[in-house]
């Protein structure tokens, strides 16, 4: 329980009134110089927009509730989804765009997975089998896991669908050879996905760095080249992402 002393809620809300004067004045002195936004789709039809930009050599990132600032002529960059609506706004301020490299890659990986639309729903078919009540019941008898299915939010149900693809509880509905060594191929190219997945989350993560990972990526998957190319079609500036990329490096 609170130690301390009770406050009528007029004075509450003056102190908190107070208290964002101050926070809006501290953000908007730290940010009088270059700075960007980032957006952040929050809920269903909201947009988190953060402010972007060094102060006495160290990255800041904070979230602009209500944007401090009336004048946008220092504005340097934005960074958010590689979609149309960000690619137009960016186009319209003049300025450059970094695009989302998670969602870049997500469009990536979905169009290496079209490949394998084949494979996929052998897959999804053996998961719906195993949904009825009977297998299911025998299923629990190998694992504790249940059957997954795929949907169009994202690639990652399709891994997590794959991944508990097993022959040895459900022989009697398994594809036939060819068809299982492609769907255990799949899910060892999924997995290496995945794991790019999970570093492009780091928070210590360079523009530098998901260069190389895409490089990487395209190397090994020439089909996602026409997406994750240094050049690829969807980069909004792709001079300014490599000169970014470059002056990191050095």
């Known amino acids: 329980m609170s130690k301390l002393k009770a406050v009528c809620s007029k004075t509450l809300k003056r102190y908190m009134s107070l208290l964002m004067t101050a926070v809006e004045a501290q953000i908007s002195a730290e940010m009088s110089g270059l700075y960007g936004y980032k957006s952040t789709l929050y809920l269903e039809n909201c947009v988190a927009l953060y402010g972007v930009y060094w102060q006495k050599g160290q990255f800041k990132l904070v979230l602009l509730p209500i944007a401090p600032m009336e004048e946008e002529s220092s504005l340097s960059f934005l960074i958010g989804d590689n979609c149309a609506t960000n690619q137009a706004i960016a186009t319209l301020l003049n300025v450059p765009l970094i695009g989302c490299a998670s969602h870049r ?9 079209s490949y394998y639309k084949t494979e996929v729903e ?14 299911r019941a025998a299923l629990l ?19 997590e669908m794959v991944a508990r693809y097993r022959v040895d509880a459900v022989f009697d509905l398994t594809p036939k050879a060819t068809t299982h060594r492609q769907i255990e191929a799949l899910l060892e190219d999924l997995r290496v996905f995945q794991s790019v997945t999970l570093k492009l989350q780091l928070e210590a993560l360079t523009l530098a760095d998901v260069r190389a990972l895409f490089d990487s990526v395209a190397e090994r998957f020439p089909s996602t080249k026409a997406k994750l190319s240094a050049t690829a079609p969807i980069v909004h500036s792709p001079a300014f992402e490599v000169a970014t990329v470059k002056l990191i490096g050095n």
Not at 105 to 113: C, D, G, I, K
Not at 141 to 159: D, I, K, M, Q, V
């Open 105 to 113: 890659f997500n469009l990536a990986v979905n169009a290496y997975l």
């Open 122 to 135: 052998v897959v999804s078919a053996l998961m719906a089998a195993l949904r009825t009540i009977n297998n």
């Open 141 to 159: 008898e190998y694992t504790s896991l249940f059957p997954r299915r795929p949907n169009a939010t994202g690639w990652s149900s399709t891994f």
